[in-house]
Structures are given as C-alpha cells and as structure tokens.
C-alpha cells in the first residue's frame, strides 16, 4: 500500500493519494500533500478545506463539484461559489483535489 | 437448542418457520435483517409475543442499534452483545440457523 | 468521470427522462440499498428528473437514529439528507409498508410524501425507467 511520510509519521494512501483512514487527516498532512502538486495553501483554500470536512461529517460523502460550488455559495457568497474560482484554488478539479486535502475520499461518481 | 433468525420477517418467511420449529424451552436468537421480528407495533409482534410463552428470544444489540430501532424493542426481548452470542452457542447442545 | 464533466452536466442531447428508484430493501443486510444510493448520486450529475420511492424493507434505510459503530459498518443514512443537495427532491415512502412496519412519518431522517399503494403503482406507470433495488 502506497504511503507518504508527514512530519516523521507514515500514512497510508490509496494509489491516487487518497487518506486510507479519514482519521489520519491533520493540518499538517494536508500541507504537506498540496506541496507535493505545488500548491500553497492559503486563507482561501483552507475555508474550502474546512467547508468539506464539515460536509462529509454532516453527511458521510464527499460532495460532486456541483454541489460543491452551490453549497460554497450558500455559505460564503456568489464571489466564491462559482467554478471559476474554485478551479484557480484547485486546478485539479475543486472536488478531487480539495478533498484530497481535505483528507476525504474521492467525491462518488469521479473516475 | 438455539435457533437464530437472520432475515427480515417482512421478505422471508424464515422466522416464522423457525418459530414453527422451536421446541418450548428453547431459544431464538434475531440477527442481522432478523431483528426487524423484534419490534413493536408491527405485523409480525403478535406472532413473536406469542411465541415468547414457549420460548426464549434474544437479540443482537448491535444489530439493532445499527438499524435504529432501539427504542422500539418487544417487552421480554432480552438483548446480548457479541460476547452474549457467544455464550447462548455454548451454552446449547446445537445450532440450527435459519438463513 | 473528470470534474469538467460533472460540472457541465446535463442530459445527454438535451433529453430529460423520468427515473424512478424503488427501494425495497432493508440498510444492512444486504449490499442493494447502499448501491442505489450511490447510483442516484452518481446519476444526479446528468440532471434527469429523478424520483426514489420506498416500500417494503426499503423504509427502514431511512430510519432515524442509526447508529453502527457496533457492528463496524458505515452508517450511510445522513446521506440521505444530501440528496436535496443534489436536486433529488422527490420521495415518496408507502404508507403501507410504514403501518406494517409500526412506523410513522416522523420516524423518518428526511422529509418526504407518504403516498398509498396504488399511487406508488401509478408512479411507477408514470416514469421513463426504473431503476430496482
């Protein structure tokens, strides 16, 4: 099973980097796997980050981008919850690479 | 003997053949789906709270937890963990499972 | 299925069908209702017009107060509350299999329309495609 090392601890992974155990997650994993895409995590990224934690807590799935950017606007304005950007955030694709982050699963119904 | 139920009563007829077959003095133990038969208010209650005049019922506390139905148990249903599961096997001459 | 795609969406040639999920089964037991569920999330991206429909066992996989640490299974009935996320708005529980099983409509973790045997008869008559569970 693929792993990544953080801060001395070994963390097992999925082959496309995916937590294995949600309750692995920490800050500091999380900076460290937006390091590995070069990717630095600001203000921005975190309010998503901390967004999807909340969301799979309250409803145990990780949210389709869709859904993602009504419930980003819901929460913290137009200005934020649209595609655009939220793919200047995460280039990857705000769904898989936030909830990589996020420490989440990959969202159900992406590939 | 012990006899344990793992399907709904709503979808097989499983339990209500296991109740046919249960010799007085004997107990039935609901698993799974099966602890569906435990509840309250349902279609299948009154056939279990008969039953209960011959037989002893149990059944499987985390398997109820799991489906929600915790407050909605039978009077006189009496419920075991794992380790309870364990000791009613051991504590009967045989198994029969109805699956 | 990339981001871009979910994003976009849509039906395939601007064609929106009616879809029907019948739910049928109990949570745990068995793998169907976990399945369905994944499928109308899945399905949802592609914006038909999509209903869920529980009877029989199925009412029970939408039963408050599901708790399955002890049996080491996920609980997956807070996902339930998603749907109306996902603009699955439409759920529709038979009011006999509630009576059967001792339950009521306020036993039940989402909001949703109680409707009679026959209506459920004739919403399956009323859609596209059925999906059974």
Known sequence: MPTIEVAGKTIEVDEEGYLQNRTDWSEEIATAMAKEDDCDLTQNHWEVINFLREYYDEYQIAPAVRVLTKAIGKKLGPDKGNSKYLYELFPYGPAKQACKYAGLPKPTGCV | MLHTVNKSPFERNTLESCLRHAKKGSAVLLIEDGVYGALKGTTVSGKVSEAMKSVTVYALQPDIEARGVQNRVLDGIKLVDYGGFVDLVTEHNATQSWL | ?133
């Open chain 3, 1 to 133: 299925m990339t981001d871009e795609m979910m994003e976009e969406g849509g039906a395939p040639g601007g064609v929106v069908k009616k879809f029907l999920y019948v739910n049928r089964k109990a949570p745990y037991g068995t793998i169907y209702a976990l399945e369905s569920l994944e499928v109308v999330l899945i399905s949802a991206a592609f914006e038909q017009d999509v209903s869920l429909a529980f009877l029989d066992d199925g009412v029970y996989q939408i039963v408050k107060g599901q708790d399955t640490k002890s049996v080491g299974v996920k609980n997956f009935s807070p996902t339930y509350r998603a749907l109306e996320g996902y603009d699955v708005e439409k759920l529709y529980v038979e009011k006999e299999s509630l009576e059967a099983r001792g339950l009521t409509e306020e036993d039940l973790i989402v909001p949703v329309q109680v409707i009679s045997t026959e209506e459920i008869a004739d919403l399956m008559e009323s859609h596209d495609v059925i999906l059974s569970f």
